[in-house]
Structure formats: structure tokens, C-alpha cells
């Protein structure tokens, strides 16, 4: 079983930048797919992107990729997500998720993974 903890949410105006963190349990968490996701109020959860074990290949959604960056430091059990020109179109609860599936595949479906965090609110005022 793998907890998955979100942290570093808020409100900031469009343009800046935030950082969200996600610190997982377990003592593999090297082996880990890990993966953001959000979620907007009367929108269905859509995939931000991911990061995979070994090496940390990466895979972005369109709508934030060369905006925001995915990393994680397997000694800390932490997952980063670094949000830079941040929209109003940004605004949700972002989720972070894991998953052990192996290979060499990012899967975008939240079905896909397998753990999830509670969530943190990242609120873009325009």
C-alpha cells in the first residue's frame, strides 16, 4: 500500500509560478510511475503529466507542457511538480498518483494508476 501526500497549493496571479510537492510512503518508491492530475469544478480529472522510474522520462498534456516541469528525488520518496506562467485556465485540485506498473509506457488514463493523494487547490487569479 502506498500514501501519497500533496502538498504546496495556494493562490497566485496569472504569470507566477508555483511548486507542489508529493511525498510517498513505501519503501519502493523508486520502482514508482508517478503521475499529477487535476481536476476542475464540473470537469472531469485530466492528466498533467508524469514521471517514470528509471531513467525519469517524462510526459506532459499539451496544455501545460513548456510551462510546467515533473521531478522527483527517489531518496526523499518525493514527487515535484513546478508550475511556471501559470493561467487561470490552471485552477484545480491537483492530485498526485502512483502506479507499479512496469515498461516503458505513460499512461494519461487515471485509471491507469493505482494510489492517489487527497489533492491540494492551486487557484489562478486573472
Known amino acids: 500500500q502506498v500514501q501519497l501526500v500533496e502538498s504546496g497549493g495556494g493562490l497566485v496571479q496569472a504569470g507566477e509560478s508555483l511548486g507542489l510537492s508529493c511525498a510517498a510512503s513505501g519503501r519502493t518508491f523508486s520502482s514508482y510511475i508517478m503521475g499529477w492530475f487535476r481536476q476542475a469544478p464540473g470537469k472531469e480529472r485530466e492528466f498533467v503529466g508524469a514521471i517514470m522510474c528509471s531513467p525519469s522520462r517524462t510526459r506532459y498534456a499539451d496544455s501545460v507542457k513548456d510551462r510546467f516541469t515533473i521531478s522527483r528525488d527517489n531518496a526523499k520518496n518525493t514527487v515535484y511538480l513546478q508550475m511556471n506562467s501559470l493561467k487561470p485556465e490552471d485552477t484545480a485540485v491537483y492530485y498526485c498518483?502512483?502506479?507499479?506498473?512496469?515498461?516503458?509506457?505513460?499512461?494519461?488514463?487515471?485509471?491507469?494508476?493505482?494510489?492517489w493523494g487527497q489533492g491540494t487547490q492551486v487557484t489562478v487569479a486573472s
Open positions: 498518483a502512483a502506479t507499479q506498473r512496469g515498461g516503458t509506457y505513460i499512461s494519461t488514463s487515471r485509471n491507469w494508476y493505482d494510489y
